[in-house]
């Protein structure tokens, strides 16, 4: 129960079914009518903070699951796509190496040196093929996120 508070006087109007059960309350509790009011109120207020504290706990869990179920597909994409890059770069590594002991390669001709206009254009269209498909993801996304938001 609070602290003493000044009593205000309030005139309710109930019916006998309400009126019976709050004298039996009473009687059970050793209370006062008006005593019955403020435990009844009271309890009504540790419920509903109760109610809403586990209320937040199921979301905030939900939450979390959701997240983590999210981010771990993101993850285990990430992870295979980087072991297909590895494997495919230590592969290109392999070959160039066997190209350059049967041509007896004495140096590199790096593109630090000289770029040929065919490695250019390849350039180019590596960079734009990377664009292209990175603008058709995003665009898919956005397809996705406002069909889940329909």
């Known amino acids: 129960m609070p602290k003493k508070q000044k009593k205000i006087q309030k005139n309710i109007l109930l019916t006998e079914d309400v009126v019976q059960k709050l004298v039996d ?8 009518f008006g005593g ?3 435990y009844l109120v ?15 706990t199921t979301m905030d869990a939900m939450i979390k699951k ?3 179920d999210l981010l771990m597909d993101d993850v285990k994409r990430i992870r295979i796509t980087a072991n297909v890059i590895d494997r495919h770069t230590q ?7 066997h190209y350059f002991i049967m041509t007896d390669a004495k140096s590199l001709g790096s593109t630090q040196r000289y770029k040929t206009p065919p ?10 093929r990377v664009a292209h498909n990175r603008q ?4 898919a996304e956005v397809r996705q996120k406002s ?3 329909r």
Request: no cysteine; proline share 0%; aromatic share 8%.
């Open 25 to 32: 309350l009473a009687a059970e509790k050793n209370l006062t």
């Open 36 to 38: 019955v009011v403020e």
């Open 42 to 56: 009271v309890a009504h207020e540790e419920h509903r903070s109760a109610e809403n504290e586990k209320l937040l």
């Open 66 to 68: 959701n997240l983590q």
């Open 91 to 97: 592969m290109m590594l392999e070959f160039w190496n």
């Open 119 to 128: 490695f250019e254009e390849a350039e180019v269209l590596v960079k734009e």
């Open 136 to 139: 058709k993801k995003l665009d």
């Open 147 to 149: 069909e889940t938001y």
